[in-house]
């Protein structure tokens, strides 16, 4: 979505570039046709008695084409390919492409896993009841014999929880 708005954006710029060129070579060629018919009388500046009477636009439009193109080549995200973790090309490099070391690398992989487990699941139960806990409480009536009710639920729940 970024180089999709970045490429509309730097599109704009170039063309609001185009046209402010063009725009200063209308003026230009304007003031030189005013110049020419007012020669007579001094020109603009002669005719409106002004002193300053230089007229000078900058042309910024190659500087904002190159901003542009920087815009859509820094925005530019290049086509990815991707492939399953099994097809991968580090997994066939994974311990010199042996079969064998990948299985034994799967089994310690499950060891672990099987060893770390028991250590997790009490972590998730406290984590449910604490969620649990926190929704049964923030529901707690305002009524002070159904909050006694509500509380002795609760109490029911902790005893048959642990």
Excluded at 32 to 56: M, P, R, T, W
Excluded at 93 to 109: E, N, P, R, T, Y
Excluded at 132 to 158: H, S, W, Y
Aim: proline residues 3%.
């Amino acid at each position: 979505m970024v180089e999709i708005a970045s490429n509309h954006t730097s599109d704009a710029l170039e063309l609001l570039s185009r046209q402010h060129s063009q725009m200063r070579a209308f003026v230009y060629q304007n003031r030189i046709a005013l110049d020419y018919l007012l020669a007579g009388e001094g020109g603009v500046c002669g005719k409106f008695n002004e002193s300053q009477c230089c007229v000078e636009i900058n042309d910024y439009g190659e500087t904002i084409r190159d901003l542009a193109t920087e815009i859509k080549w820094v925005a530019h995200v290049p086509v990815q390919k991707w492939n399953s973790l099994l097809q991968a090309s580090w997994w066939d490099h994974l311990f010199d492409g042996a079969w064998w070391k990948k299985i034994i690398f799967f089994i310690l992989c499950s060891v672990a896993g099987v060893i770390f487990l028991p250590c997790l699941i009490p972590c998730f139960i406290r984590l449910i009841h604490s969620v649990v806990q926190g929704m049964q409480i923030a529901a707690l009536p305002t009524d002070p014999e159904a909050a006694l009710r509500k509380t002795n639920q609760l109490e029911l729940v902790r005893k048959l929880t642990y």
